[in-house]
Nanobody
Framework: QVQLVESGGGLVQAGGSLRLSCVASGRAFNMPAMGWFRQAPGKEREFVATIIRSGDSARYADTVSGRFTISRDNAKNTVALQMNSLKPEDTAVYYC??????????????WGQGTQVTVSS
């Protein structure tokens, strides 16, 4: 059984930083990619970033490119999202997911429960 557990969310002022982590258990960590999505109140869940299994390549949404960095440690079955220069519009529940190398929800098979990130202005 695959389980993903996120941590690191919280309240931060605009311009600040947070680092999210996700620990995966089960064999599915060997799937092609691991990603982060987010969902703000009243909005659909949207792609944030994804990184392939080797860690050599990553993709980012235009809204976070240059501010967020995704990384992974396969030895520890973890993926992290370093978020800098946070903006109030980054406020959302952030989810990690395991799946294929894509930028849409349907390409990810396993999801965590989410961690809340709130950015105050």
């Amino acid at each position: 059984q695959v389980q993903l557990v996120e941590s690191g969310g919280g309240l931060v002022q605009a311009g600040g930083s947070l680092r999210l982590s996700c620990v995966a258990s089960g064999r599915a960590f060997n799937m092609p990619a691991m990603g982060w999505f987010r969902q703000a109140p009243g909005k659909e869940r949207e792609f944030v970033a994804t990184i392939i299994r080797s860690g050599d390549s990553a993709r980012y949404a235009d809204t976070v490119s240059g501010r967020f960095t995704i990384s992974r440690d396969n030895a520890k079955n973890t993926v992290a999202l370093q978020m800098n220069s946070l903006k109030p519009e980054d406020t959302a529940v952030y989810y990690c997911a395991l799946g294929s190398w894509g930028m849409t929800r349907r390409e990810y098979n396993y999801w965590g429960q989410g961690t809340q990130v709130t950015v105050s202005s």
